[in-house]
């Protein structure tokens, strides 16, 4: 008998949470019937990443995750959670679910949190009343799974959170399927020309992501061409940023590309110019290909790279990022020799399979009635 899963999301666009919930929903197969809630209703993106086959559900009629603090609101939820066997919970966004799993404790399925990150209104600092309130509301979970070894001591020091109750749980992906070479047009609007050396990000177009940043540090160099992959609010302030520069034709802005596996290979150094990260799937991605990496120094980054592509992480400073990139654009040896250390440490250290069996023991363990997704199509 499949098990319902509800997870409630903070958006369901295709980020880095949303991908690793999809590439799970996958994994597990026939094990568990889902439904996605968004706190942004119209936020579902990563719907399209979902297999076929697959049984899942994004329902209008349910209790929205959203809205004013009262108990009424928090039954109604609560109400709604009684009809799942297991309920998944990702971010602030979703603290309300919690919420009212806390309150309403009595004859409600066994809840797991995720946290992930932060946006940029928590990317200078941690905010009073949201730490406040998971102190108050996550022990209503049974376990709280993050990522990052940032995320996990903030979990333990500042959420207060019992180190019982922690997970910590890298994100993976099948790095052999990064091995192959994508075809040239894989990413609209490329032409590559002779001598120009290609900069590429995946990112939601999102202020915590900075990709203006990115932009006056990539394209400050000449003979470059910055690849900016991905949709968001973002988009017209990045394209002014290019514009203003007098680069606007050195900026290749294609939108979201499922799958970066078919395209990521075809840039020569991936850059990351964050606010706030925590285990960014897209770097782990860029290192798979082969790809040798400047990033600004958020969350896990320093600690996912091997030794020697350290020095690339820079301040979040555009001359600092700036820096790190030029040394890259002009020595295509150090390239090569970075993004071959970056490929072998994929290898051995973020492959898909552990973390899909970690997540699986997780939810069994939290079932605690038998062995449901450990068993399923892993």
Known sequence: ???????????????????????????????????????????????????????????????????????????????????????????????????????????????????????ADESGGLKIERTMMRRLVLPAAYAVAVP???????????????????RRISNGIPVSAYAATPKLNAIPGLRRKAREVVIGTVAGLRPVKNIPRLVRAALSIPLTRLVVVGEGPDRAKIMATAAAMGAADRLVMPGFLPDPRRYIGLFDIFALSSDSEQFPIALVEAMAAGLPVASTQVGDVSVILPPDQRPFVTARDDYALAGALRQLVADRVLRARLGASNHALAISAYDDGAMIAAYARLYDEALGNGVHFASGSL
């Open 1 to 119: 008998m499949r098990l319902n899963v509800l997870h409630c999301h903070s958006t369901f666009s295709l980020g880095g949470k949303e991908a690793r919930a999809v590439q799970l929903m996958n994994a597990f197969g026939v094990a568990a019937r889902h439904t996605v809630l968004s706190s942004v209703p119209n936020a579902l993106g990563a719907r399209a990443a979902i297999y076929n086959g697959i049984d899942v559900d994004f329902p209008e009629n349910a209790p929205s995750l959203t809205g004013k603090p009262s108990v009424a609101r928090y039954r109604d939820i609560a109400q709604y959670m009684r009809m799942f066997d297991l309920i998944l919970t990702y971010n602030w966004g979703a603290m309300d679910a919690v919420t009212a799993r806390r309150i309403f404790a009595k004859s409600l399925p066994p809840l797991v949190h995720h946290e992930d990150g932060f946006n």
């Open 148 to 166: 990052s070894q940032t995320l996990e001591r903030i979990a333990l020091e500042t959420w207060k959170q019992p180190a019982s109750r922690l």
